[in-house]
């Protein structure tokens, strides 16, 4: 089994400490971050974890997207690129999909790792981007997709692959606010021959209190 953790951190606000306890109570093998804060922290976090680091490259030049993929050996990270969203409005506050091919016991994977905006034209553009990347399979793509289930962005990404709470979640998979989450808007979808055996929204005291999203947390089975 193969445990992937989504978690939007929310710059990490609550400390190193919180968000770490938060993800350790599940002991993910992966984790798709979104709002991962200053490198430090992000660095931080990691070291406090265990876990090796795919984070988007230096750009000095460029304003950061802060998308981040970990993973906890024996898995360890092969290769990584950022890709950046081509819509022009964001250039204030850009965003993008960190993809990665990781290498563990069940195999390679490919993570792609996104955060979408807030305007449904711009999230719909960029779900056509990541499916234009052609991610071989198998793969997973997650994160905070600022849609509810019935969005177009979210519509076009299940075109391509399999929704895991949709395949094996019960209720409604509210992920925020944490507080009182009302709104399933953290997703982690599966491409084929990928088995999802079991889903669940991390309601927990720890994760409320570390950001304002909870930790969407999948269990994923031997391909078939």
């Not at 009302?182 to 990928?194: H, K, N, P, T």
Request: hydrophobic share 45%; with cysteine.
């Amino acid at each position: 089994m193969t445990r992937v953790l989504v978690y939007n951190v929310h710059q990490l606000r609550a400390g190193v400490g919180a968000v770490a306890a938060a993800i350790e109570r599940h002991r993910p093998d992966l984790v798709l971050l979104n709002e991962t804060g200053p490198r430090r922290r992000l660095r931080a976090l990691a070291r406090e974890l265990g876990m090796a680091v795919a984070r988007d490259p230096l750009s000095p030049l460029r304003r950061r997207i802060r998308n981040a993929v970990l993973v906890r050996p024996p898995w360890r990270i092969v290769r990584h690129r950022l890709h950046r969203f081509a819509d022009v409005r964001r250039r204030l506050n850009p965003r993008g999909a960190l993809v990665a091919l990781v290498e563990g016991p069940a195999g390679r994977l490919w993570v792609c790792c996104l955060h979408l905006g807030l305007h449904p034209l711009e999230r719909l553009h960029a779900a056509r981007e990541v499916l234009a990347l052609e991610l071989p399979d198998p793969a997973v793509v997650g994160g905070d997709l600022n849609e509810l289930p019935d969005g177009r962005a979210v519509r076009l990404l299940r075109e391509r692959f399999g929704d895991a709470w949709a395949i094996a979640g019960e209720g409604d998979g509210a992920t925020f606010p944490a507080t009182s989450p009302r709104a399933r808007i953290d997703y982690l979808f599966v491409s084929d021959g990928l088995v999802v055996e079991g889903v669940r929204v991390a309601c927990d005291e720890p994760s409320r209190r570390a950001s304002d999203h909870l930790p969407l947390v999948v269990d994923l089975g031997p391909c078939r």
